[in-house]
């Protein structure tokens, strides 16, 4: 009796030790991204190829990525926000230094794209996509040049402009304007650009976000301020729009793929990281989302007429005044209040 007892114990034993091994060798990669930001049949592929599984979610602003991450125990793996927020999460120790033996496929990107203020060297992040922000119209409805912010305040347009539901981008648009650094940390400058923007008010349709796509293939703008892909999105489609990179300067931004500093599976992270890097699935990728490639090799494998989009791949000369954000420090908090006080004016 106490042989058989010994035996199923044995049993039982052997088998709880070998389903918790197979349980502990199963990998889930936790990747939080954009939304609408990846061909998700890519995922699929990574799964197939290597046996990792994905758990994948999406967010809307950098801002609310970073609540997230900063509240704990969402144990993400690979992320992606943009340049300043980089910086940002860099100050504060989030984010794991990138071991570059583990990505052979970095030699992809272009050499352009390693010396960027924010992240030099490639040390906490990877280019994944890039691009502009301008202005787009319909060339049915504006009659004028479209070079210039100044068309945003021209009210001849009222009630036929959308500006961004966002603070940095907004603000960037009116800095510009009066020939300020989009990084300004002199209250004068940001008061001045927050009285523009009040000025501009009455002229606005509304300030949105990813609904602008919409509202302006149905007709109810003439301008919007948009990201390039979204503007080449909504171009791919309707002839009747156009795509302007204003004379002053704009933001010139960089969203980049990085690996928190609490992720508990970096090496499948580096894994995902160089898969991502691959031209064709980076060309998947690019021909999805529609934003621009730092992957030469991709670039390579994209249209001609693609490659010659002005606002997406710009050249040096129309880039001469763009800035790519910077993270304010403290100088945020100024910011935020200018924000504020202009949302709050009537």
């Known amino acids: 009796m106490k042989k058989n007892v010994l035996l199923v114990l044995i049993i039982i034993l052997s088998l709880s030790f070998l389903y918790g091994c197979s349980s502990n060798d199963e990998v889930v990669l936790n990747v939080y991204n954009w939304g609408d930001y990846i061909d998700e049949s890519v995922l699929d592929d990574f799964t197939n190829e290597t046996g990792i599984k994905i758990n994948y979610e999406t967010y809307p602003t950098n801002e609310d990525m970073l609540v997230k991450l900063t509240q704990g125990g969402s144990n993400y793996d690979v992320v992606f926000p943009s340049d300043y927020m980089i910086e940002k999460m860099k100050k504060e120790g989030m984010l794991s230094k990138l071991d570059k033996s583990l990505i052979p496929n970095l030699e992809n990107i272009d050499e352009n794209f390693s010396n960027l203020e924010f992240d030099k060297g490639y040390e906490y992040s990877v280019p994944y996509f890039w691009g502009t922000v301008g202005i787009l119209y319909n060339k049915n409805m504006v009659d004028d040049k479209v070079d210039s912010w100044d068309i945003l305040w021209d009210e001849k347009y009222k009630d036929q402009i959308l500006m961004m539901d966002s603070q940095r981008d907004t603000i960037m648009v009116a800095?510009?304007?009066?020939?300020?650094s989009m990084?300004?940390?002199n209250v004068e400058e940001l008061e001045k650009a927050k009285e523009?923007?009040?000025?501009?008010?009455?002229?606005?349709?509304a300030y949105v976000g990813d609904n602008v796509k919409d509202m302006m293939i149905q007709g109810e703008a003439a301008l919007a301020v948009v990201w390039s892909g979204e503007a080449y999105g909504v171009m791919s489609e309707h002839e009747e729009f156009g795509f302007a990179l204003p004379k002053e300067g704009s933001n010139y931004w960089f969203d980049n793929i990085v690996i928190p500093k609490d992720a508990k599976n970096k090496e499948a992270a580096h894994k995902f990281i160089n898969f991502l890097l691959d031209p064709e699935i980076g060309f998947r990728n690019t021909d999805y989302v529609g934003y621009s490639t730092p992957n030469k090799k991709t670039f390579e494998m994209l249209d001609d007429e693609v490659k010659?989009?002005?606002?997406?791949?710009p050249s040096d000369e129309l880039l001469e005044n763009f800035e790519v954000f910077?993270?304010?420090?403290?100088?945020i908090e100024e910011y935020n209040r200018v924000?504020?006080?202009?949302k709050a004016a009537n």
């Open 308 to 313: 010659a989009r002005k606002g997406a791949y």
């Open 339 to 342: 924000w504020t006080e202009f």
């Open 183 to 185: 990084n300004s940390k």
């Open 175 to 180: 800095q510009k304007k009066l020939g300020y």
């Open 326 to 331: 910077l993270d304010p420090g403290d100088f």
């Open 196 to 205: 523009l923007l009040i000025a501009q008010k009455p002229l606005v349709l």
